[in-house]
């Protein structure tokens, strides 16, 4: 029984690291060694209180922590259960959306939340290298893998080089494919900034998460083969779904 096997690991009451940090490491280690899978719910908070004989106050503090962490997921009313595990990614190859998940299996899909032509505003402008006012191609989408909300992002691409792109196209083709194959467009280099920030109202009601739930913000410009940036994006990533890994080499 899943009480028997978390009451095994007892926490030490006289130790000097807090109660509910011991709770959260004793459960971090069961969900690394499987014993708590992947979906399952933990044992009530009620239970999890007799069993460490802390109080529930001890015990819901280890468990926001972890929730927080993205280890866990707390859903209201029904309880708490084992997340998957976040989606590593390497940050030193320059993919797409489409190409990071069905590298990990996902399917990967979009919702169009907006499609518009407006006139690059100053640091836009400056960013991709053109005058302001000249028209950009802003494309708005929610990210999906399996399903289920990962990002938002907002491209904002040079309107002139991509003349006759159909809003349909970009909901259900990936972008990059379509600009490499429709436009002849060889993608070529991107220089990215990544930001923790908080998700206002509207993204957390996109991405499913509470308001002010921490988000990864990251912004990339993207070059051709002529060094022509072509495209200015921002994403909004989940950051309880997310980890990236930067490599370091010293070389
Ligand atoms: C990544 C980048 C975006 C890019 C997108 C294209 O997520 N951060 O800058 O626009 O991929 O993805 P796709 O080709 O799947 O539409």
């Not at 239970?47 to 859903?75: D, P």
Request: hydrophobic letters at 40%; proline letters at 5%; aromatic letters at 6%.
């Amino acid at each position: 029984m899943a009480e028997e096997r978390v009451a095994q690991a007892r926490i030490d009451k006289r130790s000097p690291i807090p109660m509910y940090y011991q709770i959260m490491e004793l459960l971090r280690r069961k969900i690394h060694d499987g014993e708590f899978a992947v979906g399952a719910a933990l044992p009530p908070e009620r239970e999890l209180a007799e069993i460490f004989r802390v109080s529930r106050m001890t015990v819901r503090q280890a468990i926001t922590a972890l929730v927080n962490e993205g280890v866990l997921i707390r859903r209201q009313g029904v309880g708490t259960f084992v997340a998957p595990p976040k989606i590593e990614q390497v940050l030193s190859k320059l993919t797409s959306f489409t190409e990071d998940m069905q590298q990990r299996g996902l399917h990967p899909s979009a919702k169009l939340l907006h499609f518009e032509h407006r006139a690059a505003e100053g640091e836009q402008a400056a960013l991709l290298g053109v005058p302001e006012g000249e028209s950009l191609l802003v494309i708005e989408r929610l990210r999906l893998a399996d399903d289920l909300p990962m990002a938002i992002e907002r491209t904002h691409l040079l309107d002139r080089l991509f003349p006759h792109l159909h809003r349909e196209e970009v909901e259900h083709d990936s972008l990059y494919a379509l600009l490499e194959k429709r436009y002849a467009i060889r993608i070529d280099r991107a220089t990215e900034s990544l930001e923790a920030t908080v998700a206002d109202a509207a993204e957390a009601a996109l991405l499913e998460i509470g308001t002010g739930n921490p988000v990864l913000r990251r912004t990339r410009v993207t070059y051709d083969e002529q060094q022509q940036p072509f495209e200015l994006a921002t994403s909004v990533y989940r950051a309880d779904r997310y980890k990236f890994v930067i490599e370091l080499s010293r070389r």
